[in-house]
Nanobody, 122 residues
Framework: QVQLAESGGGLAQAGGSLSLSCAASGGTLSRHALGWFRQAPGKEREFVAQIAWLGGSTVYADPVKGRFTISRDYAANMMYLQMNNLKPEDSAVYYC???????????????WGQGTQVTVSS
């Protein structure tokens, strides 16, 4: 059973940067799309970014385009989210996820991390 664990959340000032990591253990994530979602208080969980396990093609939500970068490390079984020029509206719990296939969705029969809090002060 694959387990995902996020790390790297914390507090940042607006305009600052944070880097999130997602470590996979207990199995391989080949043939899975990988990605990040976030959920702010009182709001629904929303898609942030995804990356293909093979080839590395990426997709970003409009609010984070040009500021966030998703990447992965095959050998280390890791995924990352580099967040630059952070805004207060980026504050949320960030979750990493792995979904079978090429598209990541909230309803997929895949794997989820427990989440890591990101707080951006103005």
């Amino acid at each position: 059973q694959v387990q995902l664990a996020e790390s790297g959340g914390g507090l940042a000032q607006a305009g600052g940067s944070l880097s999130l990591s997602c470590a996979a253990s207990g199995g391989t994530l080949s043939r899975h799309a990988l990605g990040w979602f976030r959920q702010a208080p009182g709001k629904e969980r929303e898609f942030v970014a995804q990356i293909a396990w093979l080839g590395g093609s990426t997709v970003y939500a409009d609010p984070v385009k040009g500021r966030f970068t998703i990447s992965r490390d095959y050998a280390a079984n890791m995924m990352y989210l580099q967040m630059n020029n952070l805004k207060p509206e980026d504050s949320a719990v960030y979750y990493c996820a792995a979904c079978p296939g090429v598209v990541i969705t909230q309803a997929c029969n895949g794997y989820w991390g427990q989440g890591t809090q990101v707080t951006v002060s103005s």
